[in-house]
């Protein structure tokens, strides 16, 4: 069975912290993006950004995390940033670039169809 696209099983934008568990059908790479961070936790929807979804595993400061976005109507396209306890972070934008900061990560996520 082939993928719906992200925006058929997306709650809708008023609703927050939805866990990736309540979505059915929920990518792989979503479902274990927490995995390897301290206390395993599961990532959360956040928010819309462009044509991307954005998700999150781990605290939204001061420490280990890492974002994950996907494309709201090509599930196979989806790109992660990490962050770490100091700070930094290093992540992959939509057309492959390497990133140390969050809000240029985010910004590729609004510029990229």
């Known amino acids: 069975m082939a993928q719906q696209p992200l925006s058929t099983h997306m709650a809708p934008t008023f609703l927050r912290s939805v866990p990736a568990s309540a979505w059915l059908e929920a990518p792989d790479s979503l479902c274990v993006l927490g995995m390897d961070l301290p206390d395993n936790p599961q990532a959360r929807y956040l928010r819309r950004c462009g044509d991307w979804v954005v998700w999150r595993a781990g605290p939204g400061r001061r420490g ?13 396209r989806w790109c992660t940033f990490r962050v770490f306890p100091d700070g930094s972070g290093v992540g992959t934008t939509p057309d492959g670039q390497t990133v140390t900061r969050l809000r240029h990560w985010k910004r590729q996520l609004r510029l990229t169809r």
Request: charged share 40%; proline share 0%.
């Open 64 to 76: 280990d995390a890492r974002y994950w976005a996907g494309h709201r109507t090509d599930a196979d």
